[in-house]
T-cell receptor
Framework: NAGVTQTPKFQVLKTGQSMTLQCAQD?????MSWYRQDPGMGLRLIHYSVGAGITDQGEVPNGYNVSRSTTEDFPLRLLSAAPSQTSVYFCASSYRDPTRDSPLHFGNGTRLTVT | QQQVKQSPQSLIVQKGGISIINCAYENTAFDYFPWYQQFPGKGPALLIAIRPDVSEKKEGRFTISFNKSAKQFSLHIMDSQPGDSATYFC????????????FGSGTRLSIRP
């Protein structure tokens, strides 16, 4: 099993450009989520999904869109990149609701720089 | 009320010493407290977790101490090793929180040989 795979590993965007961060898991996990990691801020939840066709907002959803058409994939779309979106983005999945003792499995992250 | 406050921001411990990282929360509805460990260039991974019905949980050299009345919990790493050098995140969640886990700001731990 590959676990949680994120692509690309690095990306540089200009302000106003759009792009999609890819996330795929091969563990048949129902729950998937996106976090951003910034120095001194910890991990902040952007969007999450409890199953195919179901998504919801986290703490910092503005400027990001998600969809969940399959169990395996959970792409994160930046609609119009801004310098404030410079961050490391992590996708995470869990067999079931992570608040019920089901650990989050993280990918290795995408480092995004917006100039 | 949804925050989890973590300290210190960074910590240097000699090999063989005890590393202690502290977290505090306000929301008494939190009922699940995991700790995640992150190595450079990698995503975080679950290290150990506790529910508030116990005051302590130990797994090998790692122990969570939980003080429900003070709304604090801490991670103790006994006999700290250079391989323990990583960033540690505490977190909290509640079953009614719509599947959200709230993370602390992280502690960068360095173990000196």
């Amino acid at each position: 099993n590959a676990g949680v795979t994120q692509t690309p590993k690095f990306q540089v965007l200009k302000t106003g450009q759009s792009m999609t961060l890819q996330c795929a898991q091969d563990m048949n996990h129902e729950y998937m989520s996106w976090y951003r990691q910034d120095p001194g801020m910890g991990l902040r939840l952007i969007h999450y999904s409890v199953g195919a066709g179901i998504t919801d907002q986290g703490e910092v959803p503005n400027g990001y869109n998600v969809s969940r058409s399959t169990t395996e994939d959970f792409p994160l779309r930046l609609l119009s990149a801004a310098p404030s979106q410079t961050s490391v983005y992590f996708c995470a999945s869990s067999y079931r609701d992570p608040t019920r003792d089901s650990p989050l499995h993280f990918g290795n992250g995408t480092r995004l720089t917006v100039t | 009320q949804q925050q989890v406050k973590q300290s210190p921001q960074s910590l240097i411990v000699q090999k063989g010493g005890i590393s202690i990282i502290n977290c505090a929360y306000e929301n008494t509805a939190f009922d699940y407290f995991p700790w995640y460990q992150q190595f450079p260039g990698k995503g975080p991974a679950l290290l150990i977790a506790i529910r508030p019905d116990v005051s302590e949980k130990k797994e090998g050299r790692f122990t969570i101490s939980f003080n429900k009345s003070a709304k604090q919990f801490s991670l103790h790493i006994m006999d700290s090793q250079p391989g323990d050098s990583a960033t540690y995140f505490c977190a909290a969640s509640m079953r009614s929180s719509a599947s959200k886990i709230i993370f602390g700001s992280g502690t960068r731990l360095s173990i000196r040989p």
